[in-house]
């Protein structure tokens, strides 16, 4: 018998990427940080690479996709990827320009809710346009109808 999941807890799918480092490494590192700090992990992609998007670098990136199941809410949640950015090595995020980093994660759905505001969009507003994000995204969504 299956224990009936937590009404209270929200379905949401994170985008990590890495292309600096041991980009795998990093992407691990910030999946057991995620677990430990931000909710239970149910579904982890496969492992893509990509070149960077939106900037010029010789650094590929590494990028997969997650789904968690977390209390935290959509700000919270922000607040808790940020911190675990920098815990990993990040040093600045900018808002305005992209370049290369330790580790990037980004809250691309959180259940159904929509939000707009300047400090957070869900879902994230660059999905479609980011075959790194797409293709793992659709990767674990079917894998998570095909078992219900």
Not at 23 to 46: M, P, Y
Not at 78 to 98: A, F, N, S, V, W
């Amino acid at each position: 018998m299956q224990a009936a999941s937590n009404p209270r807890m929200a379905k949401i799918y994170l985008a990590l990427g890495s292309n600096l480092g041991d980009k795998e490494q990093n992407l691990r590192n910030a999946i057991t940080a995620i677990s430990e700090q931000a909710g239970k992990i149910t579904k982890i992609s496969t492992f893509y690479y990509s070149k960077p998007w939106g900037f010029s670098s010789d650094n590929d990136f590494v990028n997969a996709v997650i789904c968690i199941e977390s209390e935290l809410s959509p700000f919270d949640l922000l607040d808790c990827t940020q911190k675990i950015e920098c815990q990993l090595g990040r040093t600045r995020k900018t808002t305005t320009t992209y370049s290369d980093r330790i580790i990037d994660i980004d809250i691309l759905l959180y259940d159904n809710l929509t939000i707009n505001s300047d400090k957070l969009k869900i879902p994230h507003p660059h999905i479609s346009e980011r075959d790194f994000v797409f293709v793992p995204l659709n990767e674990i969504k079917v894998q998570t109808k095909n078992k219900t």
